[in-house]
């Protein structure tokens, strides 16, 4: 990684030389990747603690296969990388959330959105009742 020299601004360029046809198809996955991180989004969602060891499963299977079939990263509070996942983009709407129910979900904004409906669907049941109902809206859906 290269920083710019003290003085100079910053320069989001990048430069790639080489063969033509390995050059575009870098291009192309620089391009891609550039575009999934300007997508990504990070909402929390109100989940019932009761409701936390069950959609995560034995071993985190559950967590694991939701996870690979919203193509999002879903933290539940207590996890290593909680901390790490950022603040939720809808924080105010959140703020009478107790701690122990805020789970973030993280990924392309779209993705987001329809990972939450489906927490919010699986885990009825669990604890007092309209608790999973919190409207965690993602802008655009």
């Not at 990684?1 to 910053?10: A, D, N, R």
């Not at 989001?12 to 991180?37: M, Q, S």
């Not at 079939?69 to 959140?94: D, F, R, W």
């Not at 904004?109 to 927490?119: G, S, T, Y």
């Amino acid at each position: 990684m290269f920083s710019p020299k003290p003085g100079e601004e910053p320069n989001d360029e990048v430069r790639l030389r080489g063969e033509t046809t390995l050059v575009k198809k870098l291009k192309d996955k620089l391009e891609t990747a550039a575009a999934d991180l300007r997508d990504r989004v990070v909402f929390g969602v109100q989940i019932p603690s009761a409701a936390h060891s069950s959609l995560i499963g034995r071993g985190g299977r559950n967590l694991l296969n939701f996870q690979d079939k919203y193509k999002v990263q879903v933290q539940y509070p207590g996890s290593n990388s909680y901390k790490y996942a950022g603040e939720p983009e809808n924080t105010e709407e959140l703020s009478d959330v107790p701690p122990e129910e805020l789970v973030k979900v993280a990924g392309a904004r779209a993705a987001v959105a329809e990972a939450i409906e489906q927490l919010k669907v699986r885990c009825l049941g669990f604890g007092q009742a309209g608790s999973c109902a919190h409207d965690a809206k993602v802008a655009g859906y």
